[in-house]
């Protein structure tokens, strides 16, 4: 459990692009793989739609795994990718991946985004790979991963601790990421595709620490922390 050691054993975090576990929660995971938890981002799309202009998907899809594996190093993290097509998520199949991962690796904390978030303030629609990665996680893990008659495979039945929802209008947890800001700007820079404008990331090189501190200083800022990453928490286990 999370409360009794301060850190998590194990984590499981599962975005949908091969930045957004970064973007969302680096510095957490980074602190955590610091502190010796076993960290795996799950990246459920292979970012083949992730630029502005027409690009031939095979090539980007390829670039975007290789800045994604970099990523993962620079926190501490294992990559695992799923390879669906961006905006062509197979949601069953998602929630069969997501259960089997949980099943295999028993995280006590699994990272998702909130899907409940679809418009954010008054010019942003959360994407949609998003909220279909959300919404899967929460079936697979609050439901579906302790009941052995959904998906039946090899592994156990196993119910994963607890949910940390990241993008949340509610959160109510904060993760000082003050030591961990420069592995997160790190593994941010290795998105090279992503660096300029028209992208989820819309940072140049030169402005991307900038960023990160800014971002980390608002979102603290709630929570009582110089610099944070916030989150809203699901205990599905006492
Ligand atoms: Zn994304």
Request: glycine letters at 12%.
């Amino acid at each position: 459990m999370v409360e009794s050691g301060g850190f998590p054993r194990c984590v499981l975090a599962v975005f949908a692009h091969p930045d957004d576990a970064e973007l969302a929660c680096g510095g957490a995971l980074a602190g955590w793989a610091a502190a010796g938890a076993s960290v795996t981002i799950v990246c459920v799309c292979r970012g083949d739609k992730g630029a502005a202009e027409r690009v031939e998907p095979g090539a980007l899809a390829a670039l975007r795994e290789a800045e994604g594996r970099a990523a993962a190093a620079q926190l501490g993290a294992e990559w695992h990718a799923l390879g669906m097509p961006d905006g062509e998520i197979a949601v069953d199949r998602l929630r069969a991946e997501v259960v089997a991962l949980v099943r295999r690796r028993r995280p006590d904390v699994v990272v998702a985004p909130d899907p409940t978030v679809v418009i954010v303030g008054s010019s942003h629609v959360n994407h949609r790979d998003h909220r279909e990665v959300g919404w899967a996680v929460l079936d697979a893990v609050g439901a579906e991963a302790a009941n052995p008659n959904y998906h039946p495979g090899d592994d156990p039945a196993f119910q994963a601790a607890e949910l940390w929802l990241c993008a949340s209008s509610s959160p109510d947890r904060w993760v000082d990421i003050g030591v961990a800001v420069d592995a997160k700007v790190a593994a941010l820079r290795c998105h090279a595709t992503q660096l300029g404008g028209g992208s989820e990331l819309g940072a140049a090189d030169p402005f991307l620490r900038e960023l990160v501190v800014g971002r980390a200083a608002a979102e603290g800022r709630a929570g009582g922390v110089r610099f944070g990453e916030a989150f809203r928490r699901i205990v599905l286990v006492d």
